[in-house]
C-alpha cells in the first residue's frame, strides 16, 4: 500500500525554467512533509519541508505548497539549474515529536537540460 | 557542519554470514533510523531509536537487530544473511527533543550478499 506517490517518475525541464515535481498521500494522518534530493548510491539529502498548519513554505529556488483538502502537494524549483537534476522524494511523518518515521514516494527523477 | 556518518560504505558478504552496519548521528541528534533501499526502490523504514530505547519498527526482518549506544550512536546487526538483502541501508538521525521532525541522511551502506 504506497501511501505516498509520485506519479511522475520523470520530468525533463529547460533550464532556466520551473520544474515542478508532485505528490499525492492517503494517509490523513500525515503531520509534516519533506522534499528530499537524492543522487545514485547516496543518501537522500534534506531540501525543504512543510508542516500541516502551512499551506506554503519558501527557501531561496524551493517552493513547497500543500493542499491538505486534496491531500496532495509540489515542489517548484525556480529557476531550474543542470545541478538540480536527480532524484526528488517526496516524504511524510505522522504524529508529533518528531520521531515518527519517514514514508517515502516512490520518487521523480528530474533532468534539467542546458 | 556535521553530517550523519555510515560505516562502512560499502560491504560484500556471502550468503549465511553476518554483517555489522554503524551509523553515527549529527552532534545531539537524539534519534536515528534506519531504512533499506533495494534496486529501483524508494527507502522503506527498518527501524528507529530515541534516547537509545527502540521508538518504532517497520518492516525489519527478524534476522536484523538494532540498539543504540550511550553516545547515541546506532548499530544494525543482520544475521543469515540472503541474496535479498543486498541494498542501500540508510542512516537518518533527528534532534526530537527540539520538536524538529526532519531527517537527515547519512551516505548509506551498500551491502552486496553473494
Known amino acids: 500500500d504506497q501511501q505516498v506517490k509520485q506519479n511522475s517518475p520523470s520530468l525533463s525541464v529547460q533550464e532556466g525554467r520551473i520544474s515542478i515535481l508532485n505528490c499525492d498521500y492517503t494517509?490523513?494522518?500525515?503531520?509534516?512533509f519533506l522534499w528530499y534530493k537524492k543522487y545514485p548510491a547516496e543518501g537522500p539529502t534534506f531540501l525543504i519541508s512543510?508542516?500541516?498548519?502551512?499551506d506554503k513554505n519558501e527557501d531561496g529556488r524551493f517552493t513547497v505548497f500543500l493542499n491538505k483538502s486534496a491531500k496532495h502537494l509540489s515542489l517548484h524549483i525556480v529557476p531550474s539549474q543542470p545541478g538540480d537534476s536527480a532524484v526528488y522524494f517526496c516524504?511524510?511523518?505522522?504524529?508529533?515529536?518528531?520521531?515518527?518515521?519517514?514514508?517515502f514516494g516512490t520518487g521523480t527523477k528530474l533532468q534539467v537540460i542546458p | 557542519a556535521a553530517g550523519v556518518i555510515q560505516s562502512p560504505r560499502h560491504l560484500i558478504k556471502e550468503k549465511r554470514e553476518t554483517a555489522t552496519l554503524k551509523c553515527y548521528p549529527i552532534?545531539?541528534?537524539?534519534?536515528v533510523y534506519w531504512y533499506q533501499q533495494g534496486p529501483g526502490q524508494d527507502p522503506q523504514f527498518l527501524i528507529s531509536f530515541y534516547e537509545k530505547m527502540q521508538s518504532d519498527k517497520g518492516s525489519i526482518p527478524d534476522r536484523f537487530s538494532a540498539q543504540q549506544f550511550s553516545d547515541y550512536h546506532s548499530e544494525l546487526n543482520m544475521s543469515s544473511l540472503e541474496l535479498g538483502d543486498s541494498a542501500l541501508y540508510f542512516c537518518?538521525?533527528?534532534?526530537?527533543?527540539?520538536?524538529?521532525?526532519?531527517?537527515?541522511f547519512g551516505p548509506g551502506t551498500r551491502l552486496l550478499v553473494l
Open positions: 516524504a511524510a511523518s505522522a504524529g508529533s515529536g518528531g520521531y515518527q518515521k519517514v514514508t
Open positions: 537518518a538521525s533527528s534532534f526530537r527533543t527540539s520538536g524538529s521532525q526532519t531527517q537527515y
Open positions: 512543510i508542516s500541516s498548519i502551512k
Open positions: 494517509n490523513s494522518m500525515f503531520d509534516y
Open positions: 552532534p545531539r541528534h537524539d534519534t
